[in-house]
C-alpha cells in the first residue's frame, strides 16, 4: 500500500500563495494518477485537481481553475499544488491521494491544514 505525506499547509492572508507537497512511498507502483482533495468544516471532500502519472494530464475543479497548479516529479514520486491568489473559501484540509484509472482513490495521506484569512 502506497503511503502519501503531505506538507505546506499554514495560514496566509487572501490573495496569498501556499505550495503543498505529497510525497509518495512505500510501493513500486505508483498508481495511475494523484489527486489533491479539499474537505472544509461542516462540507464534503471534493477535488481539486489532479495529474497523471504517465502523460501528466491534469484536471482542475472549476473553483479553481486559474489560480492553482498540479505538478508532479515522477524520479522523486511527489506531487505538488501551488495555489495562488487565495481566497477565504479555499480554507479547509488538504488531502492528497494515489488514484485508480477510474480515478477513484485508493490512498490518502493524513491531510494539511490551509486556513486563508481575509
Known amino acids: 500500500q502506497v503511503q502519501l505525506a503531505e506538507s505546506g499547509g499554514g495560514l496566509v492572508q487572501a490573495g496569498g500563495s501556499l505550495r503543498l507537497s505529497c510525497a509518495a512511498s512505500?510501493?513500486?507502483?505508483?498508481?495511475?494518477?494523484m489527486g489533491w482533495f479539499r474537505q472544509a468544516p461542516g462540507k464534503e471532500r471534493e477535488s481539486v485537481a489532479r495529474?497523471?502519472?504517465?502523460?501528466?494530464?491534469?484536471y482542475y475543479a472549476s473553483s479553481v481553475k486559474g489560480r492553482f497548479t498540479i505538478s508532479r516529479d515522477n524520479a522523486k514520486n511527489t506531487v505538488w499544488l501551488q495555489m495562488n491568489s487565495l481566497k477565504s473559501e479555499d480554507t479547509g484540509v488538504y488531502y492528497c491521494?494515489?488514484?485508480?484509472?477510474?480515478?477513484?482513490?485508493?490512498?490518502w495521506g493524513q491531510g494539511t491544514q490551509v486556513t486563508v484569512s481575509s
Open positions: 491521494a494515489s488514484l485508480a484509472r477510474d480515478w477513484s482513490p485508493e490512498g
Open positions: 512505500g510501493r513500486t507502483s505508483r498508481g495511475y494518477a
Open positions: 495529474i497523471t502519472w504517465g502523460w501528466g494530464n491534469t
